[in-house]
């Protein structure tokens, strides 16, 4: 089956609702291009559990800061159609941002999912989230999805998504996929095209030292102390360490000594690159 692209919201109501007139389930994968292997993971979930497969590819200017270059972040459509047409993806809807947000930035409503959104990635890219939250509730209104995928390697963004549908009553199944990674270890990423060939081999660092981390806090308590000996092997690597924290798995707060479930966040900077990872670990 040929894979159908649409651009705007008429037409892709139409055929949603065709779909389901017929009764069938709906996943939905949002992405904003480039994709890789871990990307298609989440088509291929998204494959398995319902009969139609919708992604999205929109670069979406809400969750850019100001000193984030939106312009020159990667484009490539004709390759992204391709893979998706190769995974067995039935619609790519590709909204330009006039579509998205027809009054500007400026004017437009927005969704902002307290707590879980604060801290972290929230601390460092302040209205990241809000960005976030507010383009997948529009995507879902436009959509309609019954599920969607979102990739654990964005594992913030998992919760805040998951925290939004909850508490906006949405009536979708988020479900969060394995991150995908090279053998190395480093997870599979878009920033990592701006990697050199030296940096390539310093970044699994970052996986190397969640999972040291991983290992020390199932028989030590100080998981301050321990954070901070991981953000200095991190930087000693040669990576700067942008934060490390052990927490909670579902609220995010720093994680407390009787905490069964939680999940070691870490963001690094490695020559251009921010890159992001995280590791549940369950005592
Ligand atoms: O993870 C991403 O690619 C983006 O944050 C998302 C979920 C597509 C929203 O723009």
């Known amino acids: 089956m040929t894979m159908q692209t649409i651009s705007d919201i008429k037409t892709l109501r139409e055929t949603i609702s065709t779909w389901r007139q017929q009764g069938l ?10 994709l890789h292997q871990g990307h298609i993971s989440l ?11 919708v992604a999205s590819i929109f670069v979406n200017p809400m969750q850019f800061g100001a000193n984030e270059d939106i312009d020159n972040y990667p484009r490539t459509m004709t390759a ?3 893979k998706l047409q190769n995974a067995g993806c039935d619609l790519l809807f590709t909204p330009t941002p006039d579509i998205i947000y027809p009054k500007g930035l400026d004017k437009q409503s927005y969704v902002e999912v307290p707590n879980v959104s604060d801290g972290y990635c929230g601390e460092s890219r302040p ?3 809000r960005g976030v939250s507010t383009v997948v509730c529009k995507l879902f209104n436009l959509v309609q999805p019954d599920i969607a995928c979102f990739g654990l390697k964005d594992y913030q963004q998992v919760q805040v998504i998951q925290t939004m549908v909850e508490d906006l009553s949405m009536p979708i199944e988020i479900i969060p996929v394995a991150t995908v990674r090279e053998e190395s270890g480093l997870a599979l990423s878009s920033r990592n095209n701006y990697l ?6 310093i970044a ?6 969640i999972q040291w981390l991983a290992l020390q806090i199932s028989d030590n308590s100080d998981f301050i102390g321990l954070a901070k000996k991981a953000a200095n092997f991190i930087d000693n690597a040669g990576m700067k360490t942008d934060y490390i924290h052990i927490c909670h798995a579902r609220t995010l707060q720093p994680a407390s000594e009787d905490d069964k479930e939680l999940v070691i966040l870490a963001a690094a900077h490695c020559g251009k690159a921010r890159l992001i990872d995280n590791l549940q670990v369950f005592l």
Do not use: C, R, W, Y
Not at 25 to 34: E, L
Not at 196 to 201: A, F, L, M
């Open 43 to 53: 088509v291929d979930k998204a494959i398995s559990v319902a009969d139609k497969v």
């Open 25 to 34: 389930k709906i996943a939905f994968v949002p992405t904003m291009g480039n």
């Open 196 to 201: 050199t060939i030296e940096e390539k081999k």
């Open 204 to 209: 699994p660092a970052l996986s190397q030292n």
């Open 127 to 129: 209205g990241h989230f």
């Open 80 to 82: 992204d159609q391709e």
